[in-house]
């Protein structure tokens, strides 16, 4: 059965660092992969798309990158704030369908 | 992008009773669907609302449990129907636009907040 994963459930970083963030499928190959981001009490809120054919995707401290070799997307938040503290979750299609991953807690400590 | 609202926001329910969620786009949009999400959990899609049509509901989720309807492009329903603890959950609606090349994206409502005692 297909399967979204990501690295880690919660991951602390400095301000001012990078945060990177991990999601690997298995078994499918998604034609896209998407992140977005959930605040607490919150629906989540679309990021970024990046298609398969596409290595790399910016929109201003954002950076996504999809590797289809390795089954792998990396989303990175350059200069990081605490206000980038939420929760990250990464979706693809499957068939007719969405399927998110079980997202990651990103911490920004001052 | 577009509005999407949700009533109610949280509700407090006793077991056995149904709760039905709304949810409101303030334009016309080509899907719409619903998600829950327990605790600490990610999303679990519930169904796809169909406009005009019956509802069509993923692995583990039953028309009975989760009627839904979806009498326009703009608003749908879903009800929670003899409710349990278990369901107790956020409720998510979200939606993709007419004209979305490959990829269309979800635009999510706010949630609602169930707590079944």
């Known amino acids: 059965s297909q399967k979204i994963e990501q690295n880690s459930e919660a991951l602390n970083i400095q301000e001012g660092k990078t945060a990177t963030l991990t999601c690997n499928y298995t078994n499918y190959s998604p034609a896209y992969l998407q992140w977005y981001r959930q605040d607490p009490g919150r629906g989540p809120v679309f990021l970024l798309l990046i298609r398969e054919n596409e290595k790399e995707k910016r929109k201003e401290r954002l950076k996504v990158t999809f590797d289809t070799t390795l089954k792998q997307s990396l989303f990175h938040i350059t200069a990081s704030q605490p206000a980038d503290s939420a929760t990250y979750l990464c979706?693809?299609?499957?068939?007719?369908?969405?399927?998110f991953g079980p997202g990651t807690r990103l911490s920004v400590l001052p | 992008s577009a509005v999407i609202s949700q009533k109610p926001s949280r509700d407090i329910c006793q077991r056995g009773t149904s709760l039905t969620i709304q949810c409101q786009v303030d334009s016309q949009v080509t899907m719409m669907f619903w998600y829950r999400q327990q605790p600490g959990q990610s999303l679990t899609l519930i169904a796809t609302?169909?406009?005009?049509?019956?509802?069509?509901?993923e692995s583990g989720f039953v028309i009975d449990k989760f009627p839904i309807s979806r009498p326009n492009l703009t608003f749908s329903t879903l009800t929670v129907s003899n409710m349990s603890p278990e369901d107790s959950s956020i409720y998510l609606c979200s939606v993709e636009f007419f004209g979305q090349a490959i990829g269309g994206t979800q635009y999510f409502g706010p949630g609602t907040r169930l707590t079944v005692l």
């Open positions: 979706a693809s299609e499957y068939g007719q369908n969405f399927v």
């Open positions: 609302a169909n406009q005009g049509s019956e509802a069509t509901y």
